[in-house]
């Protein structure tokens, strides 16, 4: 895997922030324009995808960013979990369901992979 110099430049950040936008987009219109309860905790959810990723990356060391995609993909459970609520109770269109799903699964498997790489990374410095 090439050197990543900033976050910005990862995959899996630039996924995260398309979900972010996405769902903030969803939240302007009715009937999430007006659950500020759920609206919040969406959102919420969402971004912490992204804001984990840009802040681990920033402690520039790899178990600190281990730590930080953990968190982000555990973000990206909560946010599948929501997702579940809104439309089972026909909150959000299945459309919009399913495209939000798709991607946070998406999100979710290349931050596994990204982890998986960096244990290995990791684990492979220490023997040396």
Known sequence: MPKIDKFEDLEI??????????VYILC??????????MKDQIRRAACSMSDNIAEGFEYNNNPDFIRFLNYAKGSSGEFRNKLT???????????TFDDLYSKSLEFSGKTKTLIAYLKEFEANKKKK
């Open 85 to 95: 609520i809104l439309i089972s109770a026909g909150k959000i269109e299945q459309s």
């Open 28 to 37: 302007d219109s009715e009937p999430l324009k007006s659950d500020w309860g």
């Open 13 to 22: 950040w630039k996924i995260a922030v398309a979900i972010a936008v996405q």
